[in-house]
């Protein structure tokens, strides 16, 4: 089953805890020659504990002697459940008092009582040892723990202790393998051909062979990389939390790793000299007073420091306070984790505490602003940390991210935006697993400073289709990156809010229409350029003789190229009715060739198509007026390839030119085919052949083909050109 579970030993000295364990499992944990010695457990002991069920847990078995209440608590760090051990010829004592309420303080809910030595007193004995027991686990967490008499000596009732405790974990709520992390050390170690070696129990995520985590407190530099992985001296690909785990470590930060360290995922844990908590002090400990040194356990961890009250002298025994912690070495927790502290001198624990922030500032004692603050941080659930956050970010972040900056595993950050989602709290874009979260707070604000900006935008340039896409990223979504700003521009065009075109961005109900004054000289400025037809006006001098100013001239500029009613030819400007006017000029000289042959005589051309201005007579030219429009001019649908005024059969020569046109009207040879020309036998034409027909410069015929070429419509090969379509 994929179930882990860690067991932690708890109860006095000598109570038994060991033999039970042996009895359980079938191995010694007292290894050490020391223990052997002197009969008793120092340090912890670590072994699998094989259920019916199928179960697997990690048992540890901690010392009971108040000596080493340190390295009790080293073992009991982030266990699941407990087996508190009583012996039946002592009964309750010290240690056992002590360690229970440790397991209390740690907020230990599910557990296990066995009354070891059961073989050595009688059954009323037994009977007044269980109710003693009772009353001591009435006030605390472990009240509804199953009581069971048994010897290990004997090995009676061992196995109705194992389906006891099959039971138990069979309702432990399981750690989440998902999200950071975090492993507090409690032995390290160098082995010969391996090097740096640590154990411990993985408190949340998984741990695998090549990942890389960071060791704390560290050194300089504290990256370490994993590259081996046990559980319970086993070789495994992945460690999941609440196993047992051993880390072979390399890196520059591995050789200081010690007991009482962390290895985590890389900016997960921040050390902190100062922490908010919330301070519980027991009912049978002595009054705790204002800057009352005291020892401070975390984890594996033992450190010395200060408790600092901010409304109070001295805490009552059994009372609870928010208070600060003033660390003399720093410790790495995260919000929500539970420390034991213990009096200075005498060494006994005396109170545990809640952590609310590992990264505090220092408050004025005696002012009410601190004190607001710790009950706003002991009130906070998860969803209002995450969404504080949120807000204060005043942008978006991952699921990692979050579960990272707010110190929170991943399995309990998701939930919680889950349902921040459902009360409207939180949005998010993107799909999950690449979701970006941001606060509905800030999703209106964006969508009102990027209406306020297109607005202005659009007051500002009203002929134009749009704001450019980064301008807008700029000002509306400034602590969004670009793929931020896109992914939420396609939300607000997704609901009709904005328009997307292109590189530009508009307001949904955008009307991008002239007014009467700006239509005026739209309309003059459309005019010039079809009268110039193929050799149109300068453009900063038509703009000075319209009397129209250079900001004004480049907001028609865009309107008129975005509606096509100017089009752009390398560096030249054409009314479209002039760009196809010349290509149906070019079509009916090609035509024309074709029809004789595919020669490039004079006559031919002329025949076909009289250039601009020339008007065909017994072979000889008369020049008109630069501007005039050619001869045979009875117009043809776009597109259609020109004729001479009567059509002829495809592949006669065309008739002789009718008389010239009105100017502007499309040129000669305007009668549509009856059936389309076949373009591969086109002839070809040169640039002095389109400068003629269009009796231009040199300087606009080029633009005009080099137009064409662009547009795949021609195709040059050396000095001529021949349509493609």
């Known amino acids: 089953m994929n179930e882990h579970i860690i067991v932690g030993t708890a109860g006095h000295v000598d109570h038994g805890k060991t033999m039970l364990t042996k009895a359980l499992t079938g191995t010694d944990t007292d290894r050490l020659p020391e223990e052997k010695k002197r009969g008793m457990t120092i340090v912890p002991g670590f072994v699998p504990l094989d259920l019916k069920s199928g179960r697997r847990l990690g048992l540890i078995d901690v010392p009971g002697h108040e000596r080493f209440v340190k390295n009790m608590l080293a073992g009991v760090a982030g266990i699941d459940m407990a087996l508190l051990v009583v012996a039946a010829d002592d009964g309750v004592m010290p240690q056992t008092v002590e360690h229970l309420n440790i397991l209390h303080l740690l907020g230990v809910k599910k557990g296990v009582v066995a009354i070891t030595k059961s073989d050595l ?88 062979n090549g990942k890389r985590l960071e060791l704390l407190p560290a050194p300089a530099d504290g990256e370490v990389r994993v590259r081996g992985v046990q559980v319970h001296d086993a070789p495994v690909e992945k460690a999941y939390a609440g196993q047992r785990t051993a880390l072979n470590l390399a890196g520059p930060g591995a050789e200081g790793a010690r007991p009482g360290c962390w290895v985590a995922e890389p900016g997960l844990l921040r050390e902190s000299f100062r922490l908010d908590v919330e301070l519980h002090l027991l009912p049978d400990a002595p009054a705790l007073h204002h800057q009352s040194r005291v020892r401070i356990f975390h984890g594996t961890a033992e450190v010395l420091g200060r408790v600092r009250f901010l409304d109070m002298d001295v805490l009552e025994p059994g009372d609870d306070c928010l208070c600060q912690l003033l660390l003399e070495d720093p410790l790495p927790p995260l919000r929500g984790d539970r420390l034991i502290l213990r009096s200075f001198s005498p060494v006994v624990t005396v109170a545990g505490a809640t952590v609310l922030d590992a990264t505090p500032p220092r408050y004025r004692r005696g002012e009410p602003e601190g004190l607001d603050a710790l009950q706003r941080k002991a009130s906070l659930d998860v969803n209002d940390a995450l969404y504080q956050l949120l807000e204060s970010n005043k942008g978006m972040m991952s699921l990692k991210e979050l579960a990272k900056t707010a110190q929170l595993p991943e399995s309990e950050t998701a939930p919680a935006l889950r349902e921040l989602e459902e009360n409207g709290r939180v949005r998010h874009i993107g799909p999950e697993g690449a979701a970006q979260y941001f606060s509905a707070f800030f999703a209106s604000l964006w969508e009102r400073k990027l209406i306020e900006t297109l607005d202005d935008y659009h007051r500002r340039y009203p002929l134009r289709k749009g704001m450019p896409t980064g301008e807008v990223r700029q000002r509306a979504f400034e602590n969004l ?25 508009a307001k949904g109900d955008f009307p991008y229409l002239p007014t009467p004054k700006q239509q005026s000289a739209l309309d003059s400025i459309e005019d010039a350029y079809r009268q110039g037809r193929f050799m149109p006006p300068d453009w900063p001098i038509l703009m000075e003789s319209l009397h129209i ?40 000289f090609c035509a024309g060739s074709r029809s004789h042959s595919g020669t490039h005589s004079e006559s031919a051309a002329k025949d076909a198509a009289a250039p601009q201005g020339v008007t065909p007579a017994d072979g000889t030219a008369t020049v008109a007026p630069q501007g005039a429009t050619p001869a045979a001019a009875t117009a043809s649908p776009k597109g259609t390839i020109p004729a001479t005024a009567t059509a002829s059969p495809q592949g006669t020569t065309p008739a002789s030119a009718t008389a010239a046109a009105p100017q502007g009207a499309t040129p000669a040879a305007a009668t549509a085919a009856t059936a389309p020309l076949d373009v591969s036998s086109y002839s070809t034409f040169t640039m002095a052949d389109a400068r003629d027909l269009f009796g231009s410069s040199r300087k606009y015929a080029q633009a005009i083909l080099e137009y064409l070429d662009a547009r795949k419509i021609t195709l040059r090969e050396g000095d001529v050109r021949r349509f493609l379509r």
């Not at 009353?135 to 009240?143: I, M, R």
């Not at 990156?481 to 961005?505: D, H, P």
């Not at 028609?556 to 054409?574: C, N, S």
């Open 121 to 208: 007193v009688d059954e009323e004995w037994l009977e007044m040892i269980r109710e003693q027991v009772g009353e001591l686990l009435a006030p605390t967490l472990l009240k509804d723990a199953p009581i069971v008499a048994v010897s290990a000596q004997t090995g009676e009732h061992i196995d109705d202790l194992k389906d006891t405790l099959d039971q138990v974990s069979a309702t432990v709520e399981l750690r989440q393998s998902t999200g950071q992390c975090r492993l507090p050390i409690d032995r390290a170690f160098t082995k010969q051909g391996f090097g740096t070696v640590v154990t411990g129990t993985l408190w949340s995520g998984t741990v695998e």
């Open 481 to 505: 990156n670009t793929k931020q700003a896109a992914a939420m521009l396609e939300l607000y065009a997704a609901q009709g809010i904005v328009t997307i075109s292109g590189a530009v961005v």
């Open 549 to 588: 100013s250079p900001g004004d001239a480049a907001e028609y500029f865009t309107w008129l190229t975005d509606h096509g009613r100017i089009v752009k030819a390398g560096e030249l400007l054409f009314a479209p009715e002039a760009l196809q006017d010349a290509q149906a000029l070019l079509r009916g």
